[in-house]
């Protein structure tokens, strides 16, 4: 069975830094490109960051304040965010996708976590 389990979310101020966990279970991981998408009440869900054989890729709104990580022996992906802004406020959520032509585009992705939320307050 397919599991892809988010934590690390919660309620910070603007400036402060959260970090996000993936853990994948129940497929070849190192098969995958995984990312991460958010969604805010109201909005479409959005790519924020993927992580594919060790390439990355963020949408512009992140660029700089976001890193993605793997820890291909723990099957984890980690985001990393840092200066956050009430605009990032939403749920997010880890995707993996075994063929993702466009990495940043929901539609690519084959199997998805439950979402985690993070809360940025002014």
């Known amino acids: 069975e397919v599991q892809l389990v988010e934590s690390g979310g919660g309620l910070v101020q603007a400036g402060g830094s959260l970090r996000l966990s993936c853990a994948a279970s129940?497929?070849?991981?190192?098969?995958?490109?995984i990312g991460w998408f958010r969604q805010a009440p109201g909005k479409e869900r959005e790519g924020v960051s993927c992580?594919?054989?060790?390439?990355?890729y963020y949408a512009n709104s992140v660029k700089g304040r976001f890193t993605i990580s793997s820890d291909n022996a723990e099957n984890t992906v980690y985001l990393q965010m840092n200066n956050l802004k009430p605009e990032d406020t939403a749920v997010y959520y880890c995707?993996?996708?075994?063929?993702?032509?466009?990495?940043?585009?929901?539609?690519?992705?084959?199997?998805w976590g439950q979402g985690t939320q993070v809360t940025v307050s002014s």
């Open positions: 992580i594919s054989t060790g390439d990355t």
């Open positions: 129940g497929f070849t991981f190192d098969d995958y490109a």
């Open positions: 995707a993996a996708a075994l063929n993702a032509g466009s990495y940043l585009y929901p539609v690519e992705y084959d199997y």
